[in-house]
């Protein structure tokens, strides 16, 4: 069983940075893959960022330049560190970990709470 907690949220001007954290318990985290989705108000939820438990890394167009993926083992945690935020970036953004990213984006895994990320002036 793993457990999920997202935190870092919170309102940002554009512009600015955001870093969110998915903190995970259980021992087998590191074995995982973990992705971060979001949704937003009237939208489809969609992917942002995967990490494999190897550390390769991936990213939707919207996002590539702007935000980094990465994760600390021994802290069990993976972190989504979000530059150069846009209105359109608003949304509750929401942690998953799964054995394959390809699993996470079938629906599988152990997802968190999501918070949320509201980029206004």
């Known amino acids: 069983q793993v457990q999920l907690v997202e935190s870092g949220g919170g309102l940002v001007q554009p512009g600015g940075s955001l870093r969110l954290s998915c903190a995970a318990s259980?021992?087998?985290?590191?074995?995982?893959?973990v992705c971060w989705y979001r949704h937003a108000p009237g939208k489809q939820r969609e992917l942002v960022a995967t990490i494999t438990s190897g550390g390769a890394s991936n990213y939707q167009d919207s996002v590539k330049g702007r935000f980094t993926i990465s994760r600390d083992n021994a802290k069990n945690t993976v972190y989504l560190q979000m530059n150069s935020l846009k209105p359109e970036d608003t949304a509750v953004y929401y942690c998953?970990?799964?054995?394959?990213?390809?699993?996470?984006?079938?629906?599988?895994?152990?997802w968190g709470q999501g918070t949320q990320v509201t980029v206004s002036s």
């Open positions: 259980g021992s087998i985290f590191s074995s995982y893959a």
């Open positions: 998953n970990a799964a054995r394959t990213v390809e699993a996470s984006t079938r629906g599988f895994g152990y």
